[in-house]
């Protein structure tokens, strides 16, 4: 596959953030266990929109790499991964 492509990019910018939710699960779970810290995020937007939040942090990395290589439509299918979790972030958030 080639390396300059806006659907690598999607899937690397929808991936991440899986990876995210991992490490803020071990930076915030205090001792509890996944389960229930996927519960809490069920049942409790606001934590899920800032656990979400926080974990769309980590396409950054990915972005600035394929920005900086001069792979901008990878860059630009990453961007778009991204502006899909805030539109589902401001849907957690303010509507349900």
Excluded: C, E, Q
Excluded at 61 to 83: E, H, V
Aim: charged share 10%.
């Amino acid at each position: 596959m080639k390396r300059n492509v806006s659907l690598l990019g999607l899937i690397i910018g929808l991936l991440l953030p899986v990876v995210g939710i991992f490490i803020v699960y071990l930076v915030m779970s205090r001792g509890s266990s996944f389960d229930s810290f996927f519960n809490t995020l069920k049942h409790n937007f606001d934590t899920a929109a800032l656990v979400l939040s926080l974990s769309i942090l980590i396409n950054i990395i990915p972005f600035i790499y394929y920005t900086n290589r001069r792979l901008d439509l990878t860059a630009r299918g990453i961007l778009i991964a991204t502006m899909l979790y805030a539109v589902f972030i401001v849907l957690l958030k303010f509507v349900w």
